[in-house]
């Protein structure tokens, strides 16, 4: 059950009898996370909310004990949006295999989960548990080595990684969703994961912002501008992603976000993905034939499968909605832009 705020989700067994709230759960949130099962069957209960706020998903999970099973990417939130996931086990134990790692979590534990390889999951009591999706951005900025990070676990009851444990355990998902303020959303942000940089690296991994001053080896600086070239060539396909231009290239889809975050100047592959396509219906705009077109026209054309999104994100760069811009470009796209609605 969604939340009037676009920002927050909520579901819950709730809505339908004990009995049947497995089923229920199985059909609602399996298809997401992947094959599911649990002691409980016949008394199942569980509620998840989630909040996407400033780069992260905050996902809040409890109720009654469960398994999880997924043999390709997470679709809860997206790897491609969020490759990386923060997982705290709240109460009770928990079981994770990933990459033929058993990791064992006591309460306020954590472990970082790699969003594209294949996971299983057990509750040995119940389902209480924080987990933080990492967007691409975040990633390439606080955690450039995350990819040797993964199956480690980080004990809650010492050094930074407890501190960052229990900043989680007092943190009220209701309170988290009544914060309005793109400030204070970003500075909870930049509060959790420093702290889980500074964990990283109280455990013997290097995780400090920086990736960009690493140096960019030859081959993957050629990479990334023949990868370039291929955005260019196809930004307006509205279904292309970070997993057909791997594709495209025979490389994994690690390895196409690698390339952007040491080669790409700070651009994730998605930023410049989006980049391409807002220049080029700024192009369009610029043009009495683009003038001409429906605003929802125009993002079609330049890749953009929603149109109000296409409006959101060129407000933001260009200072103004895509018909203001069109009616600023002279008197033909003044006369034209009158069917940009």
Request: hydrophobic share 40%; aromatic share 8%.
């Amino acid at each position: 059950m969604a939340e009037t705020d676009s920002r927050i989700q909520r579901f819950h067994t709730g809505m339908v009898s004990r009995k049947d709230g497995f089923a229920f759960w199985a059909d609602e949130i399996g298809p997401h996370v992947g094959s599911l099962d649990s002691p409980e069957r016949t008394d199942f209960q569980q509620e998840l909310t989630i909040v996407d706020t400033a780069g992260l998903a905050f996902m809040r999970v409890h109720g009654s004990g469960a398994s999880i099973e997924r043999k390709g990417p997470s679709q809860l939130m997206g790897a491609e949006v969020y490759p990386y996931h923060l997982l705290l086990k709240l109460d009770g134990g928990l079981a994770i295999s990933e990459q033929r790692q058993r990791i064992e979590l006591g309460a306020g534990d954590m472990v970082l989960i790699d969003s594209w390889q294949p996971l299983r999951l057990r509750s040995t009591e119940l389902t209480n548990s924080w987990t933080l999706g990492l967007s691409e951005a975040v990633v390439n900025r606080w955690l450039p080595h995350a990819d040797q990070t993964t199956d480690l676990r980080l004990a809650g009851g010492k050094g930074w990684a407890g501190m960052l444990s229990g900043y989680l355990r007092a943190l009220d998902v209701d309170h988290l969703c009544s914060i309005q303020s793109p400030a204070e959303r970003q500075l909870l942000g930049e509060h959790l994961m420093s702290m889980l940089s500074f964990a990283l690296e109280q455990n013997g991994l290097s995780a400090q912002p920086g990736a960009l001053g690493e140096p960019v080896s030859p081959r993957d600086g050629d990479l990334h501008a023949r990868m370039r070239a291929w955005i260019r060539d196809h930004h307006a396909d509205t279904e292309i992603d970070a997993q057909k231009l791997a594709v495209s290239f025979n490389v994994s889809v690690r390895y196409v976000h690698k390339v952007f975050a040491k080669a790409g100047r700070g651009m994730t592959f998605l930023e410049t993905l989006q980049g391409d396509r807002l220049e080029a219906a700024a192009r369009m705009l610029r043009s009495a034939a683009g003038a001409r077109k429906f605003v929802a026209q125009v993002a079609y054309d330049c890749g953009f499968a929603d149109p109000a999104y296409f409006g959101l994100v060129f407000r933001k760069k260009y200072g103004c909605t895509p018909r203001t811009f069109a009616l600023q470009q002279g008197p033909v796209a003044e006369d034209s832009a009158l069917l940009l609605r």
